[in-house]
């Protein structure tokens, strides 16, 4: 009878034990990155899985998946980088859940004299090199560009625009004091501390919902820890460490489904 139910148990409990102390690789928007890593460390020290993280620009991240990088799950600043990887089933549409939303602001160095106190006033000839990310691949770029757009500022800044690699990039030239001005999101002006100023909010009705999309990836061979993992970044604790470094919890679903054409 012991033999039997010892049977039982270990066929029960199998699974569990299977899936335990699992490595898993995520790629993520490096805006993201402080927030991930305490949550990721967090996660790690309660399920006894491992979290390795990997961050740069969300459009470089897509594009190494479909390299066929040994990816787990994704994690973007955007909608269209995630949607490229699902019409390309590369990524799992049932798993895409958004973990955080964001905001756009205007930053100056910290010792700006007379800097420009909106968008608009960008385009005064005081107003030297404005830095934002590369849109192609940097959604923080692609919003700042829908933002001067939508304000008929992008041709009057044409030749003055310094495109970063990514949003910390951007961040590292306003506050060297490279250029006069840059866009980036809220949280990074928090991780730059005294270094940079903001001197206007962007208005979210100028550009698409900043939302961050995540996603399991197809070819993953971990998909059930992956998945484990995108649920933990919607529980109350990893929101918690969210809201602490800025971020906006996520809109509600039927605001971001939409594609970002």
Known sequence: MTRFLLAILLTLFAPAVASAGQTIAVSAAISLKPALAEIAADYEAKTGDRVQLHFGSSGQLAAQVKEGAPVDAF??????????????????????????????????????TDPPASL????????GRVAIGQPRTVPAGEYAAQALAALKLDARLS????YGSNVRQVLDYVQRGEVDAG??????VTAAGEKVKVV?????A??????????????SKKQAAAKRFLQHLRSPEAQAVFAAKGFAP???????TARQD
């Open 159 to 162: 030749d003055r625009l310094v």
């Open 120 to 127: 608009s006033q960008l385009a005064d000839k005081k107003v």
């Open 206 to 219: 100028l550009h698409a919902p900043i939302v961050y999309p995540a996603v399991v990836v197809s070819a």
């Open 75 to 112: 994690v973007s600043a955007a909608d269209r980088q995630v949607e490229d990887l699902v019409d390309a089933k590369l990524a799992d549409a049932a798993t895409r859940t958004v973990v955080a939303g964001n905001a756009l602001v205007l930053i100056v160095p910290a010792d700006a």
């Open 200 to 204: 206007a909010d962007v208005e979210p």
């Open 250 to 256: 996520p809109p509600d679903a039927a605001t971001t």
């Open 183 to 188: 866009l980036v999101y809220r949280t990074d």
